[in-house]
T-cell receptor, first 111, second 117 residues
């Protein structure tokens, strides 16, 4: 049973526009939420995170939003660049240190 | 630090053979995770350790899979016997312990691509 779901397997956007990636989770006990980025033939790398006491965290072009009541997480990339093309995974961390990932969304940013 | 090191990078084996994947976590990290990447389930958590002790192995798909962490600098994931459906990329990751509401991002190795024919 998937505790973290990314319902969109892929997303295509034009360079310069906004990319919005979504993630839903089932357990309200998770206390930390993360986004990772993965290029082919490489391991995932950390991108941005947010704790459960916040609803927004911004780092340059990347902003993560957390809606605890809806158990929903999103990543906004503005403006999108071709180099952002990758697979994006959302992840949730429990207070036992368990780190669970979603299925991933493949983002393609077209020049 | 060189980061999380996994070996081998690629492994091709015949069905029924034993396969051992290896991982060296970042020095000082006290959590170690094994994941399997598949199209259907994304990054699937197989097992994780805290201070070399397995905490949760509920993600291990079958008894054919086993993992050990004999010391803080080494872990193995073994599949015996291997089957074609085990073909996937296996990742190891490590992180530091963190308190409540603390970010303890995990650092990943480059993965082992396993092909069972």
């Amino acid at each position: 049973d998937q505790q973290v779901k990314q319902n969109s397997p892929s997303l295509s956007v034009q360079e310069g526009r906004i990319s919005i990636l979504n993630c839903d989770y089932t357990n309200s006990m998770f206390d930390y939420f993360l986004w990772y980025k993965k290029y082919p033939a490489e391991g995932p790398t950390f991108l941005i995170s947010i704790s459960s006491i916040k609803d927004k965290n911004e780092d340059g072009r990347f902003t993560v939003f957390l809606n605890k009541s809806a158990k929903h997480l999103s990543l906004h990339i503005v403006p999108s660049q071709p180099g952002d093309s990758a697979v994006y995974f959302c992840a949730v961390k429990s207070n036992t240190g368990k780190l669970i990932f979603g299925q991933g969304t493949t983002l393609q940013v077209k020049p | 630090d060189a980061g999380v090191i996994q070996s081998p990078r690629h492994e091709v084996t015949e069905m029924g053979q034993e396969v051992t994947l290896r991982c060296k976590p970042i020095s000082g990290h006290d959590y170690l995770f094994w994941y399997r990447q598949t199209m259907m389930r994304g990054l699937e958590l197989l097992i994780y350790f805290n201070n070399n002790v397995p905490i949760d192995d509920s993600g291990m798909p079958e008894d054919r899979f086993s993992a050990k962490m004999p010391n803080a600098s080494f872990s193995t994931l073994k599949i015996q016997p291997s089957e074609p459906r085990d073909s996937a990329v296996y990742f190891c990751a490590s992180s530091l312990i963190g308190g409540f509401l603390t970010n303890t991002e995990a650092f990943f190795g480059q993965g082992t691509r396993l092909t069972v024919v």
